[in-house]
């Protein structure tokens, strides 16, 4: 798979994220709508107002967020002279059913004037952050970000809906979220479709038939992409490992098709790799495995 089709591929995801950006926040005028993406953003200092899309106000202070669906109308204004904000912009093929489905409206306003909750949210969105400004192969980056702007969505959503009745999660996406999780949590076990399917409450056919259909990839190709990621990060950061071992730890039971699979993927043999290339390259990388 070359990196063009990796990448039209990744932007068929149920969700994935298109920019992140914190700034000293100017007026935003989009009363009459527009063409945008959807965005989440949250308040860092200062004061703001809110104008969501029935017109009604919302003052915002530190800690408080406001969450928009792409091209709805709102408008949005500095109150105090420096009102600094975080805000990620996100998109996908699945993006207005996960936003149902997590209850969140055209419009949503949170305050949860909660520091703990405050330093959670924006360890969340840093990490994204980085990865989009540090991960030099802009193939990687739907892939690493996609599941974690999906899993900071559902959670904003039940603290938006905390005083009211929730929706059921019966999304497609979401159906496979705890799949998706085991793959990126426990690549390096004996993961099989049957393994995978359980974590979903689908039988092996329904689950792998919802996974194409949902990210356009099987889920043993989504397994072992994930796997080729760790390899190839794991052969810069410890040099002395060797391949046999590598391979171990990525989930292969046979160095030989370990091998065969790096090279297809990324043009060279394991050990060629690791003495023709430098960790810099990877910066971020390792944000997708915790390492």
Known sequence: MNSEFLLNENKKLPVYVVD???SIQKPCDRRNGGSFPAQLTLCLEGE??????????????RGDIFIIRADAPHYYYPVSTCWKTFTIQFSGNEINNIMDYAGLNDT???????????????????YIHKVLYDVKQEQYKHIITSPIIYDLLFRLGKLYNTKHSFPEFDSKAEKLAPAIKRMFNDFGENLSPDILAEET?????????????????????FLRNIRMFYAQHELLRNKAIS???LARNAGFTNTSYFCKLFKEKFGETPKVYQETHQLEELVGISSILGL
């Open 20 to 22: 992140s950006e914190i």
């Open 48 to 61: 703001g107002t809110f104008i969501d899309a029935d017109n009604k106000k919302h003052n915002l202070e």
């Open 108 to 126: 949503s306003v949170i305050c949860p004037r909660n520091v703990q909750f405050f330093e959670k949210l924006y360890t969340y969105m840093y």
């Open 201 to 221: 409450g689908l039988s092996k056919l329904s689950f792998e038939r919802l996974f194409k259909e949902v990210v356009h990839i099987s889920p043993m190709m």
């Open 243 to 245: 391949i046999e071992q």
